[in-house]
């Protein structure tokens, strides 16, 4: 029985390649994008072993490298191209795109006060992508994203956080592919140097508060 499935699921495999490359190949605009592999993402295990997402993603939205999203997977991005494909142009806002998939909140104001905000009920395959990819973002650390979930958490708990990033995640997919602003993380480096300046600026003050000497530290200059 096990095998059968194995057999089921890479029939599957080949039938996704078959129609994404119809795709691809009968538009001379996506056929000319190349991308190289990105080594660092994980291939989950239910993810088609034999497809370069990485690629056909890129190809398939003409340009638009969804995986360069921290916590974006491959099962994101094929989640992204079977529930809405190039059907999220339909959306003519971020907020539109994020309401559809039920992850934005449903507020309901009275007099100026705010009742409820909570997101309706309901969910879609990329909906439980979406969140998932805001789960493995939770994990991460030293980048806009991870920070603004764990801003989120600390406040709101988990739960929250995921749904918060689920949709902000889903603001800026829309964003890369209908506006083609293309995603900017937080460099390393540059991530490095404003932990480097604020722990300067706190020796500065202990030094100063202290009257602390070059001699006092043993420094040579």
């Known amino acids: 029985m096990y095998v059968n499935f ?34 660092y993402k994980k291939i ?17 939205f003409g340009g638009v490298d969804l995986l360069a999203i921290e ?6 991005a094929l989640a992204l191209m079977s529930e809405v494909g190039n059907g999220i142009h339909k959306f003519e ?12 909140p449903n507020n309901k104001i009275s007099g100026g006060k705010m009742l409820s ?8 395959r990329l909906k439980i992508a979406l969140r998932s990819a805001a789960n493995a ?20 708990g988990r739960t929250a956080a995921i749904s918060a990033t689920a949709r902000k995640l889903a603001v800026i997919i829309w964003n890369m592919i209908v506006k083609g602003v293309p995603y900017k993380s937080d460099n390393a480096y540059e991530f ?29 200059v």
């Open 6 to 39: 194995q057999e089921k699921m890479k029939e599957c495999d080949m039938e996704i390649e078959k129609l994404l490359n119809e795709q691809i190949n009968n538009d001379d605009e996506k056929r000319q994008h190349f991308i190289d592999k990105k080594v």
């Open 44 to 60: 989950n295990k239910n993810t088609p072993k034999n497809l370069d997402i990485n690629l056909l993603s890129y190809q398939y």
């Open 71 to 76: 916590g974006v997977s491959h099962a994101t």
């Open 93 to 104: 806002t971020a907020k539109q795109f994020a309401s559809w998939l039920r992850l934005a």
């Open 117 to 124: 905000s909570r997101i309706p009920k309901g969910s879609n």
């Open 137 to 156: 973002i939770g994990n991460l650390t030293g980048t806009s994203l991870s920070n603004f979930f764990k801003r989120i958490a600390f406040r709101k």
């Open 192 to 220: 490095l140097d404003q932990k480097r300046k604020r722990k300067v600026q706190e020796m500065k003050k202990l030094i100063h508060k202290f009257d602390i000497k070059i001699s006092d530290l043993g420094l040579q």
